[in-house]
T-cell receptor, first 117, second 111 residues
């Protein structure tokens, strides 16, 4: 089956620093990946769509300079939270669409718990 | 913007009881998916329904896609404590290339 690996699972950083989160499709090529943000006991909020070899498409209200997305290969997309602040603390999840998952669903990573102190 | 309304938002029941979660929209979707998410983990796909009126069963879980492909329901029979989690429906728009998620239903099954 399709597997998406997300790292790190947890990260604590100081205000003002940047944090990079990786999302890898392990056994399929993902032409499109998605980045979500989730608050406790709430649903997933789509932040951006990451397309291999081109610029990401950001949802309304998401700062592209704040949340940098790079999808340089068919198996890796990265989300960098720049100049992080405490309000950026959240659960970030990626998902991938491609291979056998393309029609039947999206495979999600296990998420990254970001805490900015 | 396609919106999915999921109800109820929170549900707390005793083990052995039955429950139904609803997912409604005014938009038509190419397909609809149900996910279950445990705390600190990513959502895990339970089922995809594609055809209007389709019914799929997964052990004690029954999923139905509305005839007009605008709504769906998830019915759990004889709930178990292991069913506890956040249930998410997601409408897929193939043309747009992305999913729209419902607000989620937090289910707690008490022993």
């Amino acid at each position: 089956g399709a597997v998406v690996s997300q790292h790190p699972s947890r990260v604590i950083c100081k205000s003002g620093t940047s944090v990079k989160i990786e999302c890898r499709s392990l056994d399929f090529q993902a032409t499109t990946m998605f980045w979500y943000r989730q608050f406790p006991k709430q649903s997933l909020m789509l932040m951006a769509t990451s397309n291999e070899g081109s610029k990401a498409t950001y949802e309304q209200g998401v700062e592209k300079d704040k949340f940098l997305i790079n999808h340089a290969s068919l198996t890796l997309s990265t989300l960098t939270v720049t100049s992080a602040h405490p309000e950026d603390s959240s659960f970030y999840i990626c998902s991938a669409r491609g291979g056998t998952a393309r029609r039947n669903g999206y495979t999600f990573g296990s998420g990254t718990r970001l805490t900015v102190v | 913007t396609q919106l999915l309304e999921q109800s109820p938002q929170f549900l707390s029941i005793q083990e052995g009881e039955n429950l139904t979660v609803y997912c409604n929209s005014s938009s038509v979707f190419s397909s609809l998916q149900w996910y279950r998410q445990e705390p600190g983990e990513g959502p895990v796909l339970l089922v995809t329904v594609v055809t209007g009126g389709e019914v799929k069963k997964l052990k004690r879980l029954t999923f139905q896609f509305g005839d007009a492909r605008k709504d769906s329901s998830l019915h759990i029979t004889a709930a178990q404590t292991g069913d506890t989690g956040l249930y998410l429906c997601a409408g897929v728009n193939t043309n747009a290339g992305k999913s729209t998620f419902g607000d989620g239903t937090t289910l707690t099954v008490k022993p």
